[in-house]
Nanobody
Framework: QVQLVESGGGSVQSGGSLRLTCSAS????????MGWFRQAPGREREEVAV???????RYADDVKGRFTISRDNANVTVYLQMDSLKPDDTAMYYC???????????????WGRGTQVTVSS
């Protein structure tokens, strides 16, 4: 059974940093795409960053240059380093996993329970 557990959320002031961690188990982690998503109150869930099994990454436009996604296949962990945080980054952050097909990520179908990030001005 796939399990994803997030940690590292918290409250910071604008301009601060946080590092989110997602620990994975129950599947062949190294062959999966991993992603971070977020959902703020009253808003739809949005993709923040994705890292494919070859470590190719993509980011949402409003986090480029501020957030960095990385993965440690040996420790079955994915990270999201968040710098220069803004109040608009306030949201529940979710870790997600997707299998691959033909070298591309399939839709994300495994989700963690989330960790709250709050950025104050």
């Amino acid at each position: 059974q796939v399990q994803l557990v997030e940690s590292g959320g918290g409250s910071v002031q604008s301009g601060g940093s946080l590092r989110l961690t997602c620990s994975a188990s129950g599947y062949k982690y190294s062959s999966f795409c991993m992603g971070w998503f977020r959902q703020a109150p009253g808003r739809e869930r949005e993709e923040v960053a994705v890292i494919e099994r070859d470590r190719t990454t993509r980011y949402a436009d409003d986090v480029k240059g501020r957030f960095t996604i990385s993965r440690d296949n040996a420790n079955v962990t994915v990270y999201l380093q968040m710098d220069s945080l803004k109040p608009d980054d306030t949201a529940m952050y979710y870790c997600a996993a997707a299998s691959t097909y033909g070298g591309s990520c399939t839709p994300f179908s495994y989700w963690g329970r989330g960790t709250q990030v709050t950025v104050s001005s």
